[in-house]
């Protein structure tokens, strides 16, 4: 016991009072049913409480809340470690934030070209060195004859504080003025100062009228010797026509007469106002006057005066091995990897980067390990998938090298090719190595069996889950006759493949795409048939289907001035009228978003309880059984159910609102029954539960079938739009769009539907995915799961690779053609499979 996590008693969401041992120090993976209860254990449970436990050993002021944050139902844990969850959530939504600032190499190259790197002169792009006294002063010589300009000496530049000892140190030391923000002041004065702001002081040296003459020229030697010395290497000119010339002992270009600043890290930061391009602050876009800095990166423009680098030209001009910093960022992990390994240095310079390099190089590594050789160091954090923000996450926790904690992963494999999955769990299994433990909510079937131990939850989902049917190594998990994943494992359950033909209706081409990745790539699609989008992680899938293909095909279809994007022409459009994404993004951000009222279903049954001969009586229209508006709901919570709690240090908080105990309604409309049932208790039932007790109401029974049939018969009618995950918010679109009559010329997109799915609720999507080409239309997938590349009409395989060596089209064609191709990854990965 004393190598375990033994948890007693666990009743959160639908766990049904389990004891469950989880080996310490191994690779654990928590596999069932969608909803029988795994994330409710790993995360709920196991990480809630983990947490809960940081938080009481930190200050008096997060304690305050730990009442309010609840403790898991359960009896007890014992042998928790501190806990680390890597979840699939975006990894950020603002676009400052990137590959290289996330994994933290981009603040390593920061202080690599600091320290290393050589600047050139951005107008004539010679190699710049520092300036002599002697030539600082032939330059300000060569200001016109009768100019009258100061000699100033900048002490502070662009730092926080108040400075009144350094202002009376320069007082002292003789001098009568000085320019405190651009502004000219006298140090007599009582010069006061904010100190949460940033100043720029320059001490006035001198004040002179140009004329030539030695006499000049030497008084000017000395006030420019003596701003060096205050500054610590710069003079600043102001003319009288309140133009500033800088010169820096440091660096200057001679040829061109522009000055530089001091080569420093914040200089490559286009977080810094010192770094970042003055035309669009760093953000790479021509952003829009109004425009919020996370609206969709693909409609703005990039920058004339950067060209998407984000940096200001000064910053650009330094080189290392030739390459500015936004040029290292622009490559692959992949290719970076192997420009840092064939870098050459001086002896002097090695000294000084070697530690540097060693930090960089390891990060690149990790990324490579997790399968993401082909993201490039500049891409946007906002643009990548879950999956990838969940593997960078990881590779940033290998990095730090820690041991002794408890890891707690959803999905990891999610995005990956099974050419890639291997890769990954060779980095889960060094992690165990290194003396953690590593329990993964997983679905894949290779996961599964590299694992240590097996947690199997089920019968079946939600009500009917939340028991452990086995667990124990694979082999022991394959034995036991009750475990429908071992059945699965060990192929006595398979997903059923058809044989079926379905000849195409005609095709949609997509014709020489080139955007990002894709080399002038034509695609067919059958139109009325499942077409699958393969390929390994980075082979340009997701830019060919969702940035060619469907924003093009969404601006033909329903703009009078279409943009087509990323290709020449879409041929064969006009069979088409209708094309939907249904993505994996959120159904809401806040917790009055839930299936109910994103279906439909919401309305109906407010009608029918507004009808009731109670409700009439007592003049209650469908407007009272809202949640969102005054007047029937609970106004403590504003009809939440929830109260969000800022934790400052931590992500928000909501605990159960504690006058209507989560129910979301007031007492008079909850005291309104149908069937013995109040609103409330009608938001808390499951889509199965529901189904039973409207049986006979045929239009909310239409709606609640369709939820069942896309595998969502555990999820709860009210459950909050934020405690679903992508893939479950993915299928409540599915369901309605399936609930809709359809016109049999739609083209619906998804990008990875099994995302959370078991074996048994794969079959169940794709007999949806069926009846939606069996009504005409046309299906699009981009999948890796080899169930429903191998149940698809027709394969379309992108590669070779991933990065700068994808973006081709490597096979197409029915599933057999594509596992007798050769060059094709997946082809062979379907054979393997028995194909």
Known sequence: MGNSIVIKGAREHNLKNIDVEIPRDQLVVITGLSGSGKSSLAFDTIYAEGQRRYVESLSAYARQFLDQMGKPDLDSIEGLSPAISIEQKSTSHNPRSTVGTVTEIYDYLRLLFARVGRPHCFQCGQEITAQTVQQMVDAIFALPEGMKFQVLAPIVRGRKGEYRKELLEMRRAGYVRARVDGKLVDLADDIALDKQKKHTIEIVVDRLVMKPGDALMRRLADSVEASLKLSGGLVGVLTDEGKTLLYSENLACIRCGVSYPEVTPRIFSFNSPHGACPACDGIGYAVTPGCPEDEDLTLLELCDVCKGARLRPESLAVKVAGKSIAAVTELSVRAAADFFSGLKFTDRELVIAHRILKEIRERLGFLVN??????????????????????????????????????????????????????????????????????????????????????????????????????????????????????????????????????????????????????????????????????????????????????????????????????????????????????????????????????????????????????????????????????????????????????????????????????????????????????????????????????????????????????????????????????????????????????????????????????????????????????????????????????????????????????????????????????????????????
């Open 370 to 835: 997790v399968g993401l050789d082909y993201l490039t160091l500049d891409r946007t954090a906002a643009t990548l998938s879950g999956g990838e923000g969940q593997r960078i996450r990881l590779a940033t926790q290998i990095g730090s090298g820690l041991v002794g904690v408890l890891y707690i992963l959803d999905e990891p494999s999610i995005g990956l090719h099974q050419r890639d999955n291997r890769r990954l769990l060779q980095t889960l299994l060094r992690l165990r190595d290194l003396g953690n433990t590593v329990v993964v909510v997983e679905h894949d079937a290779e996961t599964m069996l590299a694992a240590d131990h097996i947690v199997d939850m089920g019968p079946g989902a939600g009500s009917h889950g939340g028991h452990v049917i086995a667990q124990g190594s694979p082999k022991q998990v394959m034995d036991d006759p009750r475990s429908l994943t071992g059945q699965y494992l060990r192929g006595t359950q398979t997903v059923a493949v058809p044989s079926r033909h379905r000849k195409p209706k005609g095709f949609l081409s997509v014709v020489d795409a080139r955007k990002h990745n894709l080399k002038g790539v034509t695609a067919k699609i059958p139109l009325g048939l499942l077409t699958c989008v393969t390929g390994v992680s980075g082979s340009g899938k997701s830019t060919l289907v969702l940035e060619v293909l469907f924003h093009s095909l969404s601006q033909l279809l329903y703009h009078k001035k279409p943009k087509i994007d990323g290709c020449k022409e879409l041929r064969g459009v006009s069979a088409l009228d209708k094309v939907i994404d249904i993505d994996q993004s959120p159904i809401g951000r806040t917790p009055r978003s839930n299936p109910a009222t994103y279906t439909g279903l919401f309305g109906y049954i407010r009608d029918l309880f507004s009808n009731l001969p109670e409700s009439r009586m007592r003049g209650y229209k469908p407007g009272r059984y809202s949640f969102n508006v005054k007047g029937g709901r609970c106004e403590a919570c504003q009809g939440d159910g929830l109260i969000k709690i800022e934790m400052h240090f931590l992500p928000d908080v909501y605990v159960t609102c504690e006058v209507c105990k989560g129910q979301r309604y007031n007492r008079e409309t909850l005291e309104i029954l149908h069937k013995g049932k109040s609103i409330a208790d009608i938001l808390n039932m499951t889509v199965d539960d529901a189904l039973e007790f409207f049986e006979h109401i045929p239009l909310i029974k239409a709606k609640l079938q369709t939820l069942h049939d896309v595998g969502l018969h555990y999820v709860r009618l009210g459950q909050s739009a934020t405690t679903l995950s992508g893939g479950e918010a993915q299928r409540v679109k599915l369901s309605r769009e399936l609930s809709k009559r359809a016109t049999g010329r739609t083209m619906y997109i998804l990008d990875e539907p099994t995302t959370g799915l078991h074996f048994a609720d794969v079959q169940r999507l794709l007999d949806v995915l069926d009846r939606l080409v069996e009504a005409g239309n046309t299906v699009l997938v981009i999948e890796h799961n080899l169930d429903v590349i191998r149940n698809a009409d027709w394969i379309i395989d992108l590669g070779p690779d991933g990065g700068d060596r994808g973006g081709q089209i490597v096979a197409e064609g029915p599933p057999e053609d594509i596992a007798a191709s050769k060059r094709s990854y997946t082809g062979q990965v379907l054979k393997e499979a028995g194909l």
